[in-house]
């Protein structure tokens, strides 16, 4: 008996031990992505919001350039760097903390303002 609860106790302690190396894949498992790469349009802002409108589509490329395109305007060409969770726009040093996650089967990109940008900006992937 004594042996079951240290084999149990073992198991349980492996368990919580292998957590935190597991958990930073949990929107892969679910079927979501790490990758600002594809299509994706703006159904949230909140904060300063000048330059951006609701219902933008947001293209991004490998290459590294993104067409951003608000409704019923001209495309604007950008240039863009994703490393660790860090979004920056080359033209305008414009740089967002990028999250992920899936609410309701659909993929969701959350770009949080750095460096005094006040702004919140949540798309929905169109496509990868």
Known sequence: ????YKVLKFILFITLLWFPFTGSD????????????GSWE???MLGNTQDVCLGEIANF??????????P???PVQRT??????????????????VSFS???GVQKMVLK???GVDRQLTYNQLSK
């Open 72 to 74: 019923n305007t001209s």
């Open 61 to 70: 490329q490998e290459s590294g350039s993104a067409t951003l395109t608000c």
């Open 1 to 4: 008996m004594i042996l079951k």
């Open 113 to 115: 303002g750095r460096n």
């Open 102 to 104: 899936v609410q309701n």
């Open 42 to 44: 703006l159904v949230k």
């Open 80 to 97: 863009y760097t994703y490393s660790n969770d860090i979004l920056t726009y080359s033209e305008t040093s414009l740089s967002y903390t």
């Open 26 to 37: 949990c929107v892969k498992s679910l079927g979501g992505t790490t990758s600002v790469i």
